[in-house]
């Protein structure tokens, strides 16, 4: 629509003589398009993502540990979730893929720096290095902490956790999952 609005407008000013107006206007009506979209697709982006910040490397590594990592949170007992755990003073970690009470787990081992979690699944021998990052977010509820994993070898990449949530023996999540229902 917007090269039909030019071409008629460059078809009228060419019949009065004047060949550069037409093109001039075109050329500024066209610049005044792109940048308006540009700003609304800015605006859009930034209104729909809720808001995050990365935090430090550091802490990052501290955030990972004795903490359950969910993809979601359960809103019926058959709804299917992902759950990490990384827990070094037991050995390992252990990756969920169940609902509230039925499930698979596989055992894995880990290394963690603050930036790249190094993955060992003795199940099937793979080795996987992936880069990681967690955020501070505001939800979804009752979420306060997003994990990424780039190259996640199980499941989804992407998980929240509670900030305030420190279980090194797991009994918090069963609790947590069955106030949900």
């Not at 979601?72 to 709804?79: G, I």
Request: some cysteine; charged content about 30%; hydrophobic content about 35%.
């Amino acid at each position: 629509m917007q090269r039909v609005r030019c071409e008629f407008s460059l078809l009228d000013e060419i019949e009065t003589g004047s060949r550069a107006t037409a093109q001039t206007r075109c050329a500024r009506y066209s610049s005044a398009m792109r940048i308006m979209a540009i700003a609304l697709v800015a605006a859009l982006a930034a209104c729909s993502s809720p808001s995050s910040s990365k935090v430090s490397t550091e802490e990052a590594k501290n955030l990972l540990i004795d903490r359950n990592w969910l993809d979601r949170m359960p809103e019926t007992e058959r709804d299917r979730l992902h759950v990490y755990r990384f827990v070094p003073n037991m050995g390992g970690g252990v990756f969920q893929d169940r609902t509230l009470y039925k499930g698979q787990f596989e055992l894995f081992n880990f290394e963690a720096t603050g930036d790249e979690i190094r993955f060992s699944l003795p199940e099937t021998k793979t080795k996987v290095i992936s880069a990681y990052k967690i955020e501070e977010v505001s939800g979804p509820e009752p979420f306060d902490l997003r994990l990424t994993i780039f190259d996640d070898p199980r499941g989804p990449k992407t998980y929240f956790g509670i900030r305030s949530e420190t279980d090194p023996h797991g009994r918090l999540l069963e609790h947590r999952l069955r106030a949900a229902r």
